[in-house]
């Protein structure tokens, strides 16, 4: 297993590639039952961009889908449209550009030809300018689909329709580092993306406005936990409450998560009862209508990944205890939950129909809890280090099924900090369950009964001790491909295609079996629908296996 100090330490930069050549030993496909996916192109930063914390943070992603331009578009200022040549160059400089048209302009991506945002956006710890230093882009509706990653001091959007390896915009962070970010597809008053900073700052921004603004601020953001006046420990994760109407939760390396609603305001109510006892559950609301509105203490430590169910009943939370944690969000009540084999578990994701949960972690495995059973059901055996991402694909089905048996098998992924990416099938009919032992060890046969941790569903509000590996079905990986050069920290799957994510900010797009290379690219065909049962299962969690 990987040391966590030394883990960290791996990100110290290595320069980003000036291609999409592969690393030598690394193979461009990877073969699966239903056929070969297929490396189409990668996406990373300017390398000459980053700052003095490259260091301190792990690259997430963030899949974003703008769906057609609101009615009401923002102001813009007619006497600021223009950009000069001398600016336009000097932007395609600083974004890695060969030549300041191309970088500055490609076609193919969302929107037709684009002008690119080069110019840099750093903003300090008081906030962000109106709208009214906004500077538009007339030929660009930023419609199409998006990639939302953090590196260093930086988040950088980069238009996932395009070839093209650079971003088309970088937003720096002078006092703090992005940590984590989520997207919310349905969002009404346009403030449509999360931003957590490591100092526990957040903002809530419209993702469409940093596209159309060339300008050198972020622009009408929305600033919660100012200068970390309600809790100043990292901000670990966040995430949209499925249909929460703008309401969002914040997660903190304090073991504490904090609920928030847009509509209400974003000074702060540090004004929380003491916590008590660190290691119990507990849940506080404000005593003001302002933000945040309630405090949950969740564990000791820091919470390391939270995930909703699609349907936003349910909330599930891993942490730097080892255990995952599954709650009744709308009552605020622990229905079960449970241990690691052995140290913190890092991520976790639900399966589209609620029925199942994915951790990863420390332990190197990959665990399958049963929401109707209310423990574990499965272990995945596979990886060599920590496992940092865990997603189910909820676009794949199994070639052989007619999708009405009452046998369903369930296709999901992994990464870890071994830099492979594992693809499992698991099928809960097919599991063999283990048998009962003997005190002497011996496997009994004869009467078949199953091992006691079977016998019943765990009682609701109880947490598990880690069960005797002995005791779980162990699952085998369908494939186990070596992707990146470096440590891996999440993945993501798409319609088209599946994602994966390196710590250093690299990713790499691998098109799915039987798609021609000229639609794998195609995003505009991710109906809304769609993109929110990815974002419920993959895409924003947003989890993080820094820890300090």
Known sequence: ?????????????????????????????????????????????????????????????????????????????SSTLGVSSGVRSAAARLLGGGNGSRALSFVGGNGGSKPMSGTTTR????????????????????????????????????????????????????????????????????????????????????????????????????????????????????????????????????????????????????????????????????????????????????????AFSADGAYIATVGRDGYLRVFDYKNEQLICGGKSYYGALLCCAWSMDGKYILTGGEDDLVQVWSMEERKIVAWGEGHNSWVSGVSFDSYWNAPSSDGVAENVVYRFGSVGQDTQLLLWDLEMEELVVPVRRAPGGSPTFSTGSQSSHWDNACPVGTLQPAPSMRDVPKLSPLVAHRVHTEPLSSLIFTQESILTVCREGHIKIWTRPGLPESQSSNSDSLSSTSLKEKHSISGKVASSSYKQ
């Open 123 to 306: 903003i300090g710890s008081l906030g962000a300018s109106s709208t009214g230093n906004m500077v538009g882009n007339p030929n660009f509706d930023a419609k199409g689909t998006y990639l939302v990653f953090n590196v260093g001091d930086a988040i950088f959007l980069s238009d996932l329709n395009s070839q093209d390896k650079d971003p088309i915009k970088s937003i720096h962070f002078s006092n703090s580092n992005p940590i984590c970010h989520a997207y919310d597809p349905d969002a009404k008053d346009g403030h449509d993306l999360l931003i957590g900073l490591n100092s526990g700052d957040v903002y809530s921004v419209s993702l469409r406005q940093q596209l159309l603004d060339v300008g050198k601020k972020l622009v009408a953001a929305q600033h919660y936990n100012k200068d970390g006046a309600v809790n100043n420990s990292r901000c670990t994760c966040v995430a949209w409450i499925p249909n929460g109407d703008g309401s969002f939760v914040v997660a903190h390396a304090d073991g504490n998560m904090y609920i928030y609603e847009k509509n209400k305001d974003g000074s702060g109510d540090p004004s929380f009862p003491v916590i008590k006892d660190q290691t119990q559950f507990s849940v506080s609301h404000a005593r003001y209508s302002k933000n945040p509105v309630a405090r949950w203490h969740i564990c000791q430590g820091s919470i390391n990944g939270i």
């Open 1 to 77: 297993m990987m040391n966590s100090g030394a883990s960290n330490n791996m990100m110290s930069a290595a320069p980003a590639s000036g291609n999409n050549a592969p690393a030598p030993g690394l193979k461009t496909y990877f073969k699966t039952p239903e056929g070969k996916y297929k490396l189409q192109y990668e996406k990373t930063h300017p390398a000459g961009l980053l700052h003095y914390g490259h260091g301190k943070t792990v690259t997430q992603v963030t899949l974003a889908h703008l769906k057609d331009k609101p009615t009401q578009a923002p102001s813009q200022s």
